[in-house]
């Protein structure tokens, strides 16, 4: 198998962690806040757009250093 393939396959695993994680984070603990605070839907609305504002700059951050890393080993 040829390497480049697999270190996409690993870069798009690692996408889809970043932005699983903290959207589904962000569901947990703002279900678990709407539940102890009886403030439901709000808390929940409010860790989902945090949580996925989260995942964005954490892929924003991933893409820059993969492409900053792929024109380091271009130069190469």
């Known amino acids: 198998m040829d390497f480049k393939a697999l270190k996409n396959l690993a870069y798009l695993t690692q996408i889809a962690f970043l932005m699983l994680t ?20 709000w808390l929940l609305l409010v860790c989902i757009i945090l949580g ?18 792929d024109d380091e080993d271009t130069k190469e």
């Open 22 to 41: 903290p959207i589904i984070g962000g569901v947990f603990i703002g279900n678990w806040l709407d539940e102890h605070f009886n403030t439901s839907p």
């Open 52 to 69: 996925v504002g989260t995942a964005f700059m954490s892929l924003y951050k991933f893409v820059m250093k993969v492409t900053k890393n």
